[in-house]
């Protein structure tokens, strides 16, 4: 597939524009966010491949919990990729988004093949934090491109895209190890030798894509020259010049809103995040070690969740998220999420109680914080500092994560209803109110008009007169009329 500058160029116009048109995605934008979403599908895949084979992993290699510990600390689903993120997000934002595809990939696979021919348990080691560092780069750069061109009313529609790809990869990643279970451990290796191809592929595919319009805007306005001045006195920059370079100082990261949208995101999104990638990684391995499930039983269950996210996202978050009041749909997702943990909290870990927990998570969860956090991460910072603040805030909640897989297997072992009740707490945590105040603006308001260079945007709010308000996390086309960002009269 080969899609010219020129084309994003016209379809990132388009995209800007306040008329009727501004919610219609067009052939190529599906083309475009469905390369980018691979990313979701090969990050997903490799935690639950590697959660898939954990058990077989850890009979053949005799691992101590503590090991295990170690290996979901240092996989994709954690530290890795976090680290990866933090350097792949600033690169997408000094050198372009496009230039991570040129790399990351091959390294993806190049872990990929650590892992399938793995003799040893220090070879899984290093082979999921190669995985890791290559698909954490991969995320901030996919997620960016997906926000940057998509039209201002099918932002949600095409960042749903990515999380239906984010449990695709899992589902055919589980399926294969059904198929395969019956093998053992060369069943585990056949599934990460899929990822592998899959990788190939993409990466091949890639290729065509075209770079972000708007991150190829802001980074030459930033090395426009400077415009004569007077005699004997220093030349000036020009306004948008000088607004792209300052915006793409990392420091702006840590004032003003900004550090209000870091705050919010990293504390939503990370604090689900303990629970989805425990379920993520360890959730087969709990239902064998503590729940006395067989192999194939505990990857049944797990991919019959993933189903039924990836149909929550295509059936709630896609068609309403650009249409309703987002407070309101995330906060029935949080409840969901917490009744479902409640099972595990009150009743012994069987069967049924599994199904229960994994129905209520997985819908509750395709709409909830993951699909939330792709959206507004994209919408809540300026251009140059994009990418480098998906990376930072991917870096401190997979880090953490990573932190906290070191006790999970540790936990489990103890009977499991501590773990269950410290996850179940942790849904409502996001919707407190300092929280939600920083998205507390009316869901009628509509940003009208907008320059980005100098901040400033043109609102309307409900009834109210024009307004002049400062954006200087954002600019109006990701400030749609479904309540994502704050607005904030000046």
Known sequence: ???????????????????????????????????????????????????????????????????????????????SAGVGALIGGRICDLLGRKRIYQYDLLVYAFGILWIVFAQTAWMLVVGYVIVGLAVGADVPASWTLIAEDAPAKARGKLSGLAQVFWNAGPVVTLMLSLICSPLGVLGVRIVFAHLFVVAIVTWSLRQGMAESARWTAQARNAAAPNPPGPAGERPARAPAAANAVALSNVRTLLSGRNVGALLFLMGMYGIWNLEAGTGGFFFPYILRTVGSQSQAVSVAVQCFGFILSAASVAVIFMPLNDRVNRRVL?????????????????????????????????????????????????????TMLRSTAQGLMFAVVRIGLGIWSFFVPGLAATGFHTLALFLQVKDFKPLSRPFLQLLSQPDSCHVAQTHEAHGVATAVCGSKRLVEVRRICCYAPFATPSGGNGCASK
Request: net charge negative; aromatic share 12%; charged share 10%.
């Open 330 to 382: 995330f906060g029935i997702s949080a409840a969901i999420q917490v009744i479902g943990y409640l099972f595990f909290v009150f009743f012994p870990l069987t069967l049924a109680i599994a199904l229960a927990n994994v129905i209520l998570l997985n819908i509750g969860g395709g709409f909830g914080q993951q699909p939330f956090f792709q959206v507004w991460s994209g919408e809540l910072f300026p």
């Open 1 to 79: 597939m080969s899609m010219s500058e020129a084309d994003a160029r016209k379809r990132t116009s388009g995209s800007d524009a306040n008329g009727p048109d501004e919610g219609h995605v067009t052939r190529e934008q599906w083309k475009s966010t469905a390369l980018a979403a691979m990313a979701n599908y090969i990050d997903a895949g490799s935690i639950v491949a590697g959660a898939a084979g954990l058990a077989l992993w850890s009979n053949l290699f005799h691992m101590s919990h503590t090991f295990v510990g170690v290996l979901g600390a240092f996989s994709s689903n954690a530290i």
